[in-house]
């Protein structure tokens, strides 16, 4: 019931997850008592997820950052004082004032996924600075080489709607872990388990996804594009294709057959370590059992090959004729679907604007070489919200060894003094969502979802847009768009005139808390083609790699590190390591949460029995675990959820909470993927020893 004093406030969980959920908080006199799921949100459904549910104990945690710091102590110490706001911007003018009477392209800002919100995490931030102009920040760090490798087959980020899989037959769940990763779209697919589907699980560990599915294949990391292309070689071969599709819907399908001619299943079973029968079985089974639907995520793209393996499962579907079928067809993100006016929330004229020369862009992946190499001019600022980067970016010892130069000036605005906050020289804090307006799209559903505040902002704490308006005004800045209030970005942030637009018009949002896009139901995306390519075909060949000089066709990247493509380095590094999400954190948020430490324990490295036993080490024992790059330690857990030959490291402990100030990061490299640039964090060759 809403007494004056109590209300219920519509609120979305802005966290980097494909589940986007609607929320509803019950605020009391002024302090937000009880979270829930929105019931009325199909994919919410009532329901968080275990980390959000508690998410009351994350905004009133003690460990808030609630007041402006200054470094006093080393960097990386963590010794701090209090300072004012004034000081603090005024500090940072003075700073990004001087900076910028030489180049303003020193100053890079550093962001990515702590909010998904579009007012929080692309907006203001952007506006200001374009007109600062800063140097631009290429945001790779997660799913930019699935998204490149999807977009030179399909076009753009669109594909099947998840709501629509309950009805397929068969689902392959492909380099991802929904009961980990993606709760809600989990729901969908057990559904589909329920109606009679047979679940596929493609992953090299044997997750609680894998143990609920009617089967699983555990490829080694990095091999996923010649599965594919193994997987083509046999529908081709065994003819189990749609060819009126093909001739009306795709292009360069000959190219494509003569390419996979030899990619065998006996040509792809030594490299993926699977046995030939398994993988000819898989095709045969894809080939003919309609619908077939596969929701790919992004735990295959991070390695050498992510891009092209991303691309060749996208060419699937087109082969079969999947995406006739509402519930066939493939998922990698629903992002692409929704009509944001990016222009308009981001603002990029004002950099041409006020800037003659073109600014330069830094990969965010490579951040520990930007910083201590990056040349004409030096990074000489940095200014870091919405991430975490001294715990998430690989090759840790560089970024460590980049944070830490002393003439490098570095403000972080975080609601916790993160890893990368021990670094900082001005430490911010910053409101959560129960405290800041934002507005949500998603890249794992159809929704859009609005953001009330629920609270006044804790101590001091400032939203991200607020900073930056109260840097501009001290910057002397006077446009306009630098100082819109929160609702007015909100109000921007969908393109109006799309029809995909309709009903998500400010009003309805804030009323109901979520909106459907206005597309059709059943959605089947490319039943008719219609791909967003250049061709509008499903791009087997694609002029567009061509022109990128990368091959047009789809093809098999080995990954940087195994004992085909470096022996040497395997004889020295003889496991793979991958380092995906452990289920109470979420990336590093939630990792400095007591309730959530004392679940995880300690940092695990899950190892195979034999290759225990080969190293002498027991069950619980301490390991270090290591190569070239670094070394981190965790605790042995002997277990066949992964095969002989690979560990795991669920992942991302903060540094300082890790008992030996590293994580997995410490060993990842910073090599890049084939496509887009991204990282290649689960394409990592390390050896293990008793601590
Ligand atoms: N609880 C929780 N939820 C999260 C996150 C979290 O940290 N915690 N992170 C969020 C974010 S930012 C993202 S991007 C998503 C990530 O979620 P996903 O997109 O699902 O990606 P990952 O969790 O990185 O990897 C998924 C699975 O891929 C497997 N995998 C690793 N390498 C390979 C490979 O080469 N091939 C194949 N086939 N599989 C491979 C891993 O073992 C893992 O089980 O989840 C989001 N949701
Ligand atoms: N080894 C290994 N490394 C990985 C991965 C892996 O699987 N293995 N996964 C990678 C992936 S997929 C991703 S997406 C990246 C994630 O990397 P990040 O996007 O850096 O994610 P987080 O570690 O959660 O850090 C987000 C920070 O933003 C802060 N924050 C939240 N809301 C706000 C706000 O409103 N304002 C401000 N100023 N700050 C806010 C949070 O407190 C948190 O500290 O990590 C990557 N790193
Ligand atoms: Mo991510």
Redesign the pocket.
């Known amino acids: 019931m809403n007494s004056p004093a109590s209300k219920v406030v519509r609120a979305a969980c802005?966290h980097?997850c494909p589940d986007t959920c609607a929320m509803e908080v019950t605020v009391e006199n002024g302090r937000a008592v009880k979270i829930r799921g929105a019931d009325e949100l199909p994919f919410t459904n009532g329901a968080l997820c275990t980390k959000v549910a508690y998410y009351l104990e994350r905004v009133y945690s003690d460990q808030r950052l609630l007041h402006p710091l200054k470094r006093v102590g080393r960097k990386g110490e963590g010794r701090f004082e209090r300072i004012t706001w004034d000081e603090a911007l005024d500090t940072i003018a003075a700073k990004f004032q001087a900076i910028a009477a030489d180049d303003p392209r020193a100053i890079l800002p550093y962001s990515?996924?702590?909010?998904l919100g579009l007012v929080?995490g692309s907006s203001m931030d952007f506006r200001f600075f374009h007109r600062l102009g800063a140097s631009l920040l290429d945001r790779t760090?997660?799913a930019a080489a699935g998204a490149a490798g999807w977009k030179a087959s399909i076009g753009a980020s669109v594909g099947m709607d998840p709501e629509a899989i309950v009805d397929a037959k068969l689902i392959l769940i492909w380099g991802g872990n929904p009961v980990v990763s993606n709760l809600h779209g989990w729901r969908y697919i057990q559904e589909a388990k329920r109606r009679g589907a047979k679940l596929v699980c493609i992953d090299p560990w044997r997750t609680q996804t894998a143990e609920k599915c009617t089967m699983h294949l555990a490829p080694w990391p990095g091999t996923d594009g010649a599965l594919a292309l193994a997987l083509m070689q046999v529908l081709i071969a065994d003819d189990l294709l749609d060819h009126d599709y093909i001739a009306a819907h795709t292009l360069g399908f000959d190219a494509l057959a003569e390419r996979v001619r030899d990619c065998t299943p006996e040509w792809a079973a030594p490299l993926t370590g699977l046995a030939a029968e398994t993988i000819r079985g898989l095709a045969r089974e894809y080939g003919s059992v309609k619908p077939a639907a596969i929701r790919l995520n992004?735990g295959l793209n991070?390695c050498a090959g992510g891009g092209m393996a991303v691309r060749n499962i996208a060419c699937l579907p087109a082969l079969t004729g999947a995406w006739r079928h509402p519930a066939g067809g493939a998922l990698l993100s629903t992002s692409g679907n929704f009509p944001l006016d990016q222009q308009a929330l981001e603002r990029p004229d004002l950099y041409t604007d006020a800037h003659a020369r073109p600014t330069r862009t830094i990969n965010m992946s490579t951040i520990g070489e930007a910083l201590l190499a990056a040349k004409e001019p030096p990074i000489r600022a940095i200014y870091v919200?919405?991430?975490?980067?001294v715990?998430?970016?690989?090759d840790g010892g560089r970024v460590r060894e980049g944070f830490a130069r002393e003439d490098l000036f570095c403000v972080v605005?975080?609601?916790?003094q993160?890893d990368t906050a021990d670094y900082a020289d001005i430490v911010l804090p910053?409101?959560?969502q129960l405290e800041?307006r934002d507005v949500h799209k998603s890249y794992g559903h159809f929704y859009a979802v609005t953001n009330q505040p629920a609270i006044a902002p804790l101590g001091e704490a400032k939203?991200?847009t607020e900073v930056f308006r109260l840097l501009a005004a001290r910057l002397g800045f006077t446009e306009a768009a630098l100082f819109e209030s929160d609702d007015e970005i909100a109000a921007a942030a969908f393109k109006r005139r799309d029809n995909r637009a309709l009903g998500l018009d400010p009003a309805t949002l804030a009323a109901r808390g979520w909106a459907r896009l206005n597309l059709p139901r059943p959605f089947a995306p490319f039943a008719k083609g219609e791909f967003l390519t250049p061709s509008g075909k499903c791009e087997f060949f694609s002029a567009s790699l061509a022109q990128q000089g990368l091959d047009p066709l789809p093809a098999w990247v080995p990954p940087h590190e195994s004992p085909v493509s470096n022996p040497a380095l395997a004889a020295r590094y003889p496991l793979a390591m991958i380092?995906?999400?452990a289920r109470n954190f979420?990336?590093?948020?939630f990792a400095n949460m007591p309730r959530f430490l004392q679940q995880e324990g300690s940092p695990k490295l899950e190892i195979h029995p034999d290759d225990a036993a080969r190293r002498g080490i027991a069950a619980g024992e301490r390991v270090r675990i290591f190569n070239d790059r670094g070394a981190f330690h965790a605790q042995a857990v002997i277990t066949e959820r992964v095969r002989c030959g690979l560990v795991v490291c669920p992942?991302?402990w903060w540094r300082k909470l890790s008992g030996d100030g590293e994580n997995?990061?410490a060993v990842?490299s910073a090599a890049l993927t084939d496509i887009g640039g991204g990282p290649t964090?689960y394409d990592c060759l390390v050896e293990v020893a008793k601590a």
């Open positions: 802005p980097d990515y996924g702590g909010t929080q760090i997660c992004y991070r919200y919405n991430s975490n980067p715990a998430v970016a690989p605005h975080e609601l916790f993160t910053a409101t959560s800041h939203p991200n380092s995906p999400p979420l990336n590093t948020s992942s991302i997995a990061n990842t964090f």
